[in-house]
């Protein structure tokens, strides 16, 4: 039976790492921030509680000892809307796209401050506010949510596309760099590979049409006016 979610602005929020001492601290640092976590040291463990409870974020160990994190992510993002936050110790770029292609929201790297967790976690926490709605052709997407509408049909975007696609209609007419979209995702300090953007943008074109968003080329991205053409 699902648990009902909490209406006061905390967050359930799932850790899961074989290493006892990263998830004790993880856990610690939650609490302090008003949160409620949950710790798990397998994947079948993490699972069964994503599966009675409502979960509304998870911290999700790539290395686990009975499966690999990349498979709890797909599943997640198969069947839920809960963002996750990867642990790895793996830097490559590749890795790191790898894991965005898998749905992942965001990344950490170990070894890492607890604190940069909870700053991340805070970056992805459920919007309470009431819905507002961005219209841009056949797409329709509330603000407070990481799904949209296309054509009737209710479609996924991890956090970091969500992000994205909302800066691209708010400003149709506007070129975004890779660097502006990355400066939006995590802000102006990031050391993360703008070259991280192609992937988003590939998988918002994947989940809501090839021709939605336009490739200004040595510019960077912006939306297809043409598709108003199509609004209702």
Do not use: W
Not at 15 to 31: M, P, Q, R, S, W
């Amino acid at each position: 039976m699902k648990l009902e979610k909490q209406v006061n602005g905390t967050m359930n929020v799932l850790i899961v790492d074989d290493e006892e001492k990263i998830t004790e601290i993880l856990a610690l640092y939650f609490k302090k921030n008003g949160d409620t976590p949950y710790i798990s040291h397998t994947g079948e463990k993490a699972i069964q509680i994503i599966e009675e409870t409502s979960i509304d974020l998870i911290i999700l160990d790539l290395m686990l000892p009975d499966m690999d994190g990349e498979d709890i992510c797909e599943y997640v993002k198969r069947y839920y809307n809960i963002p996750i936050i990867m642990l790895t110790a793996k830097i490559a770029i590749d890795d790191k796209l790898k894991g965005f292609r898998m749905g992942a929201d965001d990344y950490v790297v170990k070894p890492f401050h607890p604190k940069e967790v909870v700053v991340r976690a805070e970056r992805l926490r459920p919007n309470q506010s009431q819905k507002e709605i961005l219209q841009f052709g056949d797409i329709k997407i509330y603000t407070n949510e990481n799904n949209i509408c296309l054509k009737g049909k209710t479609i996924h975007l991890t956090q970091h596309e969500f992000i994205i696609i909302c800066l691209l209609i708010e400003n149709p007419r506007q070129v975004f760099s890779r660097e502006d979209l990355i400066n939006k995702i995590e802000g102006i300090d990031s050391e993360t590979n703008p070259r991280v953007i192609d992937q988003h943008i590939k998988n918002i074109r994947k989940k809501v049409g090839a021709d939605v968003i336009q490739t200004i080329f040595g510019l960077g991205y912006k939306m297809n006016e043409k598709v108003m053409k199509n609004e209702i």
